[in-house]
């Protein structure tokens, strides 16, 4: 035990007792002071005063520990204030772009009618004229009921605002071949001589091939048939001759 439990007056007591004794029928009686200390378990510094029995400490944590839940709150309602503002931002702008392509979709439309009623009004505008113009794409297609040599053909079809057919693709060849059916008919494409003296294949309107449907047996080097002019078979292949009366077929594309 410490000393200084004995040397803290707090923490003793003083008892006092008496016991007797009898001698010879007289009594003696003997008072006595007994000192008793406090035995104390506890430390000898303390912090504080001293706590009442039935309560427990209280733990007072710093600000930033008492509340680290509302600072996550505060972080998450300003990202919920810009994950609305981004949605209506996208929201806005997709309403535009859905507007614009309606729009854009309407002016489609309307000049599609415009071009068609051209088209149309062109192709009927020829019948009248007592002449059959067929309709492909972009462009209506005339055949002949006559027959002269490619120069003059071209000459006809050029009378009538157009000149003589240019062919760019299996489709439209697939569709002159049924236009020019029983018969071959002269189609615009020639053996043009260059400046160097070589020669190339060239239709009437100065674009060079894209696209050929040549029968097999056919010379097809230009400069080997130098002013050669071509025309299609019944069978929708192309051959050529250097003169000869044919049908032709006229192409005016609709602008």
């Known amino acids: 035990m410490s000393n200084n439990i ?3 007056p707090d923490l003793t007591l ?49 600000a930033e520990r008492r509340n680290p839940f509302s600072a996550a709150a505060l972080v998450l309602g ?19 772009v859905m507007l614009e392509k309606q729009q854009l979709q309407t002016s489609n439309n309307q000049l599609q009618t415009s071009y068609n009623n051209l088209s149309n009004s ?3 505008e020829a019948k009248n004229q007592t002449h059959e113009w067929s309709r492909f794409r972009c462009s209506c297609y005339y055949k002949s009921t006559e027959r002269k040599n490619w120069t003059e053909s ?13 062919i760019n693709s299996k489709e439209e060849n697939n569709f002159v071949s049924e236009l020019n059916k029983p018969e071959g008919s002269w189609i615009g494409l020639q053996s043009v001589q260059k400046k160097d003296w070589s020669a190339e294949w060239k239709w009437v309107d100065e674009s060079t091939l894209s696209y050929t449907k ?6 097809i080097n230009p400069a080997d048939v130098k002013g050669a002019t ?26």
């Not at 040549?214 to 010379?219: A, I, M």
């Open 14 to 62: 003083n008892v006092k007792y008496s016991k007797g004794a009898r001698r010879g029928g007289g009594g003696e009686r003997v008072e006595r002071v007994i000192d008793i200390y406090e035995s104390v378990d506890t430390p000898t510094t303390r912090r504080g005063p001293p706590l009442r029995r039935g309560t427990h400490p209280q733990n007072h944590l710093p």
């Open 122 to 124: 062109f192709c009927q």
């Open 78 to 96: 300003f990202l919920c204030l810009l994950l609305v503002g981004g949605v209506i931002v996208l929201a806005s702008q997709y309403v535009s």
């Open 6 to 8: 004995y040397e803290d």
């Open 230 to 255: 071509v025309y299609m078979d019944k069978d929708g292949k192309w051959r050529h001759f250097n003169n000869r009366s044919k049908r032709w077929i006229c192409e005016r594309p609709i602008y």
């Open 214 to 219: 040549w029968q097999r047996d056919v010379t």
């Open 154 to 166: 071209r000459r006809d079809c050029q009378s009538r605002g157009a000149d003589l057919v240019v």
